[in-house]
């Protein structure tokens, strides 16, 4: 792997970079207490390409590497992890999906304004029932000919409120358990649709986190993705990559409490000293840099194999678990050399560490991510 990028890779960094500091920055915290959804910040994402940064142009994609991807998502969870999270999911849970296995059709109607930003797209998995046990699915798909009659709850979906098009994984055969499992793509405004409840969570306030109920709902069968039985498969793969993006997510959460430390390190004098110049705070700093660029380095790894066509299963959990671990450290750290300023808001480092959190349980937990390692390494 060549780790010097490339000047278009540098170029889209740093238009993460500025859009981050100008446009997501300011109100981040406020958007956080008040669990305001960033629906303005998002609509520019789209504009500036993040939305559907993989995607062919000719479905209004940015055409670009997933190199290019995660360095976008580290710039951006820098800053604004719940403004990440929808990036993250509209790319590569739903854009991805849509442009491997969906017909023109769908890619015509529902990937080109996905991948434009000019809608935002949900994953619908997990059940009150069913999060890591994923095949264990309750919401029916049943088989009426030329439609699906859907039935049932998806819990902690998040773009829940935000989205337009959601991506529904339902059993359709129990028999057939995960080879009966079908994914459907259900539009909002479909009768029988409700979105549920917002959750009140500890961190990525600023994502919109619901529950979806479907009483009924009429699916028309050109709305499933793949062939009949290949929803399973289909969410697992989706979520391999989906995974590179998480992995992405932590790692820029912890580079951007690193930053904020360091640079606080550097303008707070204690015992007549900066910070800075007191090994203790040094040795947390370089054990925060070193965590980090391990981290990076799988995230990388992840995304060039992907590039690269190859299988990157267990190089995408491996990134997603280590950068899920150390972000957890870093941020720790991070609070801590603040002190007492650490612990308020305005400081931001205290949002990074309820931020970080959550990266160790969407799109697999840190268990399921030793799962899947160990089956790859035993197959
Ligand atoms: N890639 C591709 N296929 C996979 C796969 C993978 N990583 N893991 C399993 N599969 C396939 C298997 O090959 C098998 O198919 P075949 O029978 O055709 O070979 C099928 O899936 C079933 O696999 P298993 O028998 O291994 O099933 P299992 O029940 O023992 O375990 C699991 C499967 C890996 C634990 C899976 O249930 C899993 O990944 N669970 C975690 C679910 C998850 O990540 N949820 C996150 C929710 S989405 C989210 O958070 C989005 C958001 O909003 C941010």
Redesign the pocket.
Same mark, same amino acid.
């Given at each position: 792997m060549n780790f010097q990028l490339s000047e278009e890779q540098l170029a889209v960094q740093q238009a993460a970079r500025d859009f981050a500091q100008s446009e997501l920055l300011p109100g981040v915290i406020e958007r956080d207490a008040e669990q305001k959804f960033p629906a303005e910040q998002v609509k520019k994402m789209g504009e500036l390409g993040f939305m559907g940064m993989m995607v062919d142009p000719k479905y209004n994609g940015g055409g670009m590497d997933t190199i290019s991807y995660v360095l976008a998502m580290e710039e951006i969870s820098k800053i604004d992890a719940s403004a990440s999270?929808c990036m993250? !999911?509209n790319n590569s849970?739903v854009c991805w999906g849509l442009e491997k296995y969906g017909t023109e059709e769908q890619k015509e109607k529902y990937l080109k304004p996905l991948a434009a930003g000019k809608i935002i797209g &949900?994953?619908?998995? $997990?059940e009150p029932e069913a999060? $890591?046990? =994923?095949? $264990?699915q309750r919401t029916s798909a049943e088989d009426k000919g030329d439609y699906y009659l859907l039935n049932g709850t998806k819990n902690? #979906?998040? +773009?829940g409120n935000s989205a337009s098009v959601y991506i529904v994984i339902a059993q359709t055969d129990v028999a057939k358990?995960?080879?009966g499992i079908n994914a459907l793509i259900v539009e909002k405004g479909m009768p029988g649709f409700v979105v549920g409840k917002k959750e009140d969570k500890m961190g990525i306030r600023g994502s919109d986190?619901h529950s979806l109920m479907f009483t009924d709902v009429k699916v028309p069968k050109a709305n499933r993705i793949g062939e009949d039985g290949f929803g399973?498969?289909f &969410? %697992? $793969?989706t979520? +391999?990559g989906?995974?590179i993006g #998480?992995a992405a997510q932590a790692l820029g959460i912890a580079s951007g409490a690193y930053e904020l430390a360091l640079k606080y390190s550097k303008e707070r004098k204690a015992f007549g000293h900066y910070l800075s110049e007191h090994q203790a705070i040094q040795f947390k700093l370089a054990d925060m840099a070193t965590k980090i660029d391990a981290a990076r380095l799988l995230v990388w790894q992840a995304a060039y194999l992907k590039d690269q066509g190859k299988n990157f !299963?267990k190089a995408a =959990?491996q990134a997603k678990l280590y950068a899920s671990q150390i972000v957890q450290e870093v941020t720790t750290d991070a609070v801590q050399i603040h002190g007492g300023y650490g612990y308020v808001k305005e400081f931001h480092v205290e949002r990074l560490m309820r931020d970080a959190k #959550?990266t160790q #349980?969407?799109?697999?937990?840190s268990e399921?991510q030793k %799962?899947?390692i160990s089956?790859?390494l035993l197959r």
């Amino acid at each position: 792997m060549n780790f010097q990028l490339s000047e278009e890779q540098l170029a889209v960094q740093q238009a993460a970079r500025d859009f981050a500091q100008s446009e997501l920055l300011p109100g981040v915290i406020e958007r956080d207490a008040e669990q305001k959804f960033p629906a303005e910040q998002v609509k520019k994402m789209g504009e500036l390409g993040f939305m559907g940064m993989m995607v062919d142009p000719k479905y209004n994609g940015g055409g670009m590497d997933t190199i290019s991807y995660v360095l976008a998502m580290e710039e951006i969870s820098k800053i604004d992890a719940s403004a990440s999270v929808c990036m993250s !999911v509209n790319n590569s849970l739903v854009c991805w999906g849509l442009e491997k296995y969906g017909t023109e059709e769908q890619k015509e109607k529902y990937l080109k304004p996905l991948a434009a930003g000019k809608i935002i797209g &949900a994953f619908c998995l $997990s059940e009150p029932e069913a999060g $890591s046990d =994923a095949t $264990s699915q309750r919401t029916s798909a049943e088989d009426k000919g030329d439609y699906y009659l859907l039935n049932g709850t998806k819990n902690w #979906i998040t +773009n829940g409120n935000s989205a337009s098009v959601y991506i529904v994984i339902a059993q359709t055969d129990v028999a057939k358990r995960h080879k009966g499992i079908n994914a459907l793509i259900v539009e909002k405004g479909m009768p029988g649709f409700v979105v549920g409840k917002k959750e009140d969570k500890m961190g990525i306030r600023g994502s919109d986190t619901h529950s979806l109920m479907f009483t009924d709902v009429k699916v028309p069968k050109a709305n499933r993705i793949g062939e009949d039985g290949f929803g399973f498969t289909f &969410a %697992m $793969s989706t979520l +391999n990559g989906g995974r590179i993006g #998480i992995a992405a997510q932590a790692l820029g959460i912890a580079s951007g409490a690193y930053e904020l430390a360091l640079k606080y390190s550097k303008e707070r004098k204690a015992f007549g000293h900066y910070l800075s110049e007191h090994q203790a705070i040094q040795f947390k700093l370089a054990d925060m840099a070193t965590k980090i660029d391990a981290a990076r380095l799988l995230v990388w790894q992840a995304a060039y194999l992907k590039d690269q066509g190859k299988n990157f !299963v267990k190089a995408a =959990a491996q990134a997603k678990l280590y950068a899920s671990q150390i972000v957890q450290e870093v941020t720790t750290d991070a609070v801590q050399i603040h002190g007492g300023y650490g612990y308020v808001k305005e400081f931001h480092v205290e949002r990074l560490m309820r931020d970080a959190k #959550i990266t160790q #349980i969407y799109e697999g937990t840190s268990e399921i991510q030793k %799962m899947v390692i160990s089956r790859e390494l035993l197959r």
